[in-house]
């Protein structure tokens, strides 16, 4: 009687070679030190989870209708952003390269010859013989050892660094964006007022002028009054250069030529916003370049795994069936079957110490991915401090001016109307005039760095990302394709 093959333990044997084993240490995110809240919020509270951090279009929050219209083009068009992209690209398609490695590679061979041979002279050749060969190859490298599976993971780890990395170019782009139109808005703002300073120039010029025709002044007066009007003109004209700047610098960010892009001057500053902080913890899952040193770990854990699995032998396995036959005639007929099976382990003994210092490179780097990763955490605590305490400071100083630039506006109309009475000379006057325009000039200036640590703020709060939108590309429910990428290779 014909004995049956055993099938289950068959079913078992090739489950445990293709399961196998994964060498090398699995990933663990090593802990860092988070404070419990942050040093420039006293009396903080936890805000409720619907304010715990800006959400998606964060820059809404100034209300400025030339930012509203320009922040989505950058992860569209931004050249910055459309290289980490493709960089994202070509760590996906390392994935999938690595993955392949898990199954067989099958080829189908074939080949047709005509030949004649010879017996022993010339006129008693044999006829052409036509004969061929049509051939199903089967190749397979197992990965007992998960060194293939360490690849995939690496290479999945290192997706997510260059995906973490296109959200934090992205919102670095947007950032710069933002902080480029604050400045313009300065720019038009600080426009404004030396506008309004040469009008009030050529006023008080208008006047000295009158009273040196009259005799009634000495002559220096006129000179002076003539000076600082001068001397206003020329500083209005020098603003043009930085602003022209700025509208450069916006248009590139945005993917333009400076020359199609025209930003009309405008009287209104953006809106501060207030923005929730949440607790710091927050940050380890919400700013990308965070997220970005802490999938560089993993694929550095996972490159251990890599280098151990080389001290393990390889094996692989090999098969082959089709056909063969001279003539050709009859090629695809069963007597003209021929297969083989094979299997093949190579295995190193010596190597000097190679593998042992592939290992430990391995390890070193994996230290240097951990240091990274820390180091990374403890800045951006402290950009989100130094925000903090920016906008607090700044927000005492702006108030001080406002005080300042009052009683400054209000000396000044006090000692012109002096001067016209006789009891002061002009030199009073041109004092209290270029008082107020410092004093105007610094709350612009206050103004503007507050605005710019409001921006810096949202980026170092990671804006209205979160490490939840990396995909895995190792399961095949990831797309592969974050929002800005997909809305980015539209175009």
């Known amino acids: 009687m014909k004995m049956k093959t055993p099938r289950l333990p068959l079913v078992a ?11 090398g240490p699995d990933y663990r995110r090593p802990p860092v030190p988070v404070a419990a809240t942050y040093k420039e919020l006293p009396g903080w509270t936890q805000a409720e989870p619907a304010a715990s951090a800006p959400k998606g279009d964060w820059w809404t929050a100034f209300n400025d209708p030339l930012i ?20 994202y690209q070509q760590a996906l398609a390392e994935v999938r390269e690595a993955r392949s490695q898990l199954f067989p590679t099958i080829g189908v061979t074939g080949s047709a010859t005509r030949a004649r041979s010879a017996t022993g002279s010339a006129s008693t050749n044999l006829p052409p ?11 397979w490298t197992l990965d007992l050892w998960g060194q293939v599976r360490r690849t995939i993971e690496q290479n999945a780890a290192t997706a997510q660094v260059d995906e973490a990395t296109l959200a934090n170019a992205t919102l670095s782009e947007q950032i710069s964006l933002a902080s480029d139109i604050i400045q313009l808005r300065i720019s038009d703002a600080n426009i404004d007022l030396l506008q309004k300073t040469v009008e009030a120039y050529q006023q008080y010029l208008r006047v ?4 040196d025709h009259a005799g009634t002044v000495p ?13 206003a003109q020329a500083s209005l004209i020098s603003l043009g ?11 590139v960010l945005v993917g333009k030529n400076p020359e199609d892009l025209d930003i009309p001057h405008s009287t209104a500053l ?4 207030t923005i929730p902080v949440g607790v710091p913890s927050t940050l380890l899952e919400r700013r990308p370049d965070i997220a970005a040193a802490e999938r560089a770990m993993a694929a550095q854990n996972a490159a251990i795994g890599v280098a151990v699995a080389a001290y393990y032998p390889t094996i692989s396995l090999s098969a082959l069936d089709g056909f063969s036959q001279a003539p050709l005639s009859g090629l695809l007929h069963a007597a ?13 003994l010596f190597d000097g110490g190679e593998r042992h210092a592939e290992v430990d490179a391995a390890k070193a780097a994996y230290d240097a991915a951990v240091a990274s990763y820390r180091g990374t955490v403890l800045n951006a605590f402290a950009n989100v401090e130094n925000d903090l305490s920016g906008l607090r400071i700044l927000a005492q100083q702006a108030d001080a001016l406002d005080s300042a630039v009052r009683d400054a506006t209000e000396g000044s109309k006090i000692a012109f109307n002096e001067y016209q009475a006789g009891t002061v000379d002009y030199t009073t006057v041109a004092t209290a005039l270029a008082t107020q325009l410092s004093d105007q000039q610094t709350a612009l200036n206050v103004q503007e760095q507050r605005l710019l640590d409001a921006a810096s703020l949202f980026g170092d709060l990671g804006g209205g990302w979160s490490a939840g939108q990396l995909c895995d590309p190792r399961h095949a429910q990831c797309a592969g394709t974050p929002k800005q990428a997909s809305e980015q290779a539209a175009k």
């Open 13 to 23: 044997a090739l489950a445990l070679l293709l399961g196998g084993c994964m060498v």
């Open 68 to 87: 509203d219209q320009l922040e989505p083009l950058v992860s569209v068009s931004n050249q910055t952003v459309r290289q980490d992209y493709a960089n």
């Open 129 to 139: 013989i036509n004969s061929g060969t049509l051939e199903g190859t089967a190749s």
């Open 208 to 211: 000295v002028a009158d009273q």
């Open 219 to 231: 002559p220096s007066n006129l000179i002076t009054a003539r000076e600082q009007l001068e001397s």
């Open 241 to 251: 250069v930085a602003r022209a700047q700025y509208a450069h610098a916006i248009a």
């Open 270 to 273: 953006p809106t501060l916003p």
């Open 336 to 348: 003209n079957r021929v297969w083989s099976l094979g299997a093949n382990a190579t295995g190193t």
